[in-house]
Each structure stands twice: as structure tokens, then as C-alpha cells.
């Protein structure tokens, strides 16, 4: 939720802009002037900041163990598929997900 | 992350080979079979190399977890090499040492992940960063079950080799198995990872149903 804040006869009036839920479209809501205005918008850049904080950390976390997911995405394929393919190799087959069968000669 | 010392990789076109064959014996295509065993034969040191990687998975979850600490690092490695022993049959085929290094790293990646949650609880760390450990956690315990169901699979399916066993049953060097034995073993030992995950004795399969006794015919 963006926030704006208007200059009118040297007075400040501060606007957000939400997208309304029924209609889908964005509107802009008077929310007031003077120095509750600025408390909320004091208040609501606090909050943007805090996400954006909250969102660093988490993408931190995530760079952090980027390599090594990358080496379990790789080791879960190749496994999948070389246990796959030895299975088919001695005979077996599976159908829909089911168990791996015998395949009838 | 490193991942020097795995050896020369194999080109990648093999794994989209075995990927497409694979895909099409899925379909029914039993045609494609000696395709398939055509390729194995042509790259043996294809489940050798992978179990290479899953090592140096391992390494690399043990190296987060422990961070400077040495001795937590030790005791992880210990705890990761007697978990491969557990898993493992003696002898067991590079295939089987490549599926219980999956098993063991998805292990390491669940404790680490489910110990980081404990941290970020214990830290104050806000709901946005909660819900991402948790969803963390999921995807790593399916990892993880899907793991042990692919090795208890294999296990119950395939017998290891029939030569040896003995060898390695009699030496504990040997008998660790993972991906630094080569041995060949003999005897056909019994799923371990079917042992770990159930307390009573698995579900019979087809091929464990016995034989039928023929009955004896006079002369």
C-alpha cells in the first residue's frame, strides 16, 4: 500500500492508494492532514521499513543456503534417475506412481 | 560451494540420455531397455561420481551447522559416516551407496533446518522469517521421506551382488560402505533402511512370496 501525501494551499493532506477489492480498481483514500497525518505516515513508513528489513533477512537466509540447495536438487535428480534406471535395467516397472513391479515376460 | 575432487564430471548429455529413455520405458516401451543398460555399462562411474556430490552435500551442511566449531564438526561427521553405515548393506552397488548418500544428506539438511527454526524461535525473529523456516522444514522432511522410500525400495528389490559379502561383513574397514567402498560383496543382505524405518518386519512383495514346493512324483 503506497502512500502520497498532497500540497494545497500550503496545507498537507495525506492520501493512500489501495486497489479496491470488489471493483480491482485503485483508489485513493483521504486519510487527513495536520500532525495525525504525519503520525500515520510516520507510522506506515515504519512499517515498510520493518518489511523491508523482514524480506533482507529471509533472502540472506535463502543466498546463504542457495549453493547447497543447489547440490541437493542435483544429487535428488541424479539419484531419482539412475535408481530408475537400474530398476527398469533389472526388469522392473512401475505404473502410475504404484509399486515397482516384475515386469511379466 | 565447493565441489572440487568429485572427479570429471560426466558430460550432461548422459544424464538427459538416461532422462528421455527413462520417460519413454515409463510409458511402456520395453524396446528401450537395452538402450538403457547400454548406457550404464558405457558410464560406470556415474553413481560414483553423484555420491561424490552427495558428500560434499554433506560436508557442506555439516560446515553450516557447525560453523568454528570444530568439535561439533567432528561429531557430525561421525554421527553422518555411522548413519551410512546403518544404511547401508555390506557390498552394497554404487547406485545403493549414491541412494543412502541422499538419505543421509536430506537427514543433515532436516536437523540443520529444524535447529535453525529452534534459533529464530529462541531469537525473536519476526513471522515472516518463522513462516519461511517452516516451509523450509516441510519441503525438507518430504525431501527426506522420499529419500528413504527410493533406498528401502531399491534395497527390497534388488539383491547385492552375489559374490562376496563375506568380505566385507569380516572387516569393519570394508563393511562401511558408503561411497569410499568398493568392495563386491556376496551374500544378499537384507534391506537395512527397511529395518530403520519400520519396527516389524516390512510388507512382503511379490518376490518375497515363497516358492511354490513342487510335489514329489513317484517313480
Known sequence: MAFETRRSGGNEYLYLSERDAKTGRVVKRYWGRGPKADAAAKALEARR?????ERLAVE???AELHAVDGMMAELE???????????????FHRANYSRWRKQRK | MATEGIGEPPPPEVLTEIQGVIAK????DTSVLPQLRAILDRHPGLSRHFGD????????WIALAAGNNAYLRETLTR????RRTELARPGATPVEALLVQRVVACGLQLDYLTAAEANALGAGDTYRQLQYHSKRIERAQRMYLSAMGALVTFQKLMPVPQV???????DPVRADVGCESRAQPARVAPPRAAEYLFEEEPVATE???PEPVLARVPC
Open chain 1, 49 to 53: 521499513q520493518q518489511r523491508a528489513a
Open chain 1, 60 to 62: 540472506r537466509t535463502r
Open chain 1, 77 to 91: 535428480t541424479v539419484a531419482v534417475a539412475l535408481m530408475e534406471a537400474t530398476l527398469l535395467a533389472a526388469g
Open chain 2, 25 to 28: 520405458a515409463k510409458t511402456g
Open chain 2, 53 to 60: 556430490l552427495g558428500k560434499h552435500a554433506e560436508s557442506a
Open chain 2, 79 to 82: 554421527e553422518a559416516k555411522a
Open chain 2, 164 to 170: 562376496v559379502a563375506e568380505i566385507a561383513m569380516g
Open chain 2, 207 to 209: 518376490r518375497d512370496e
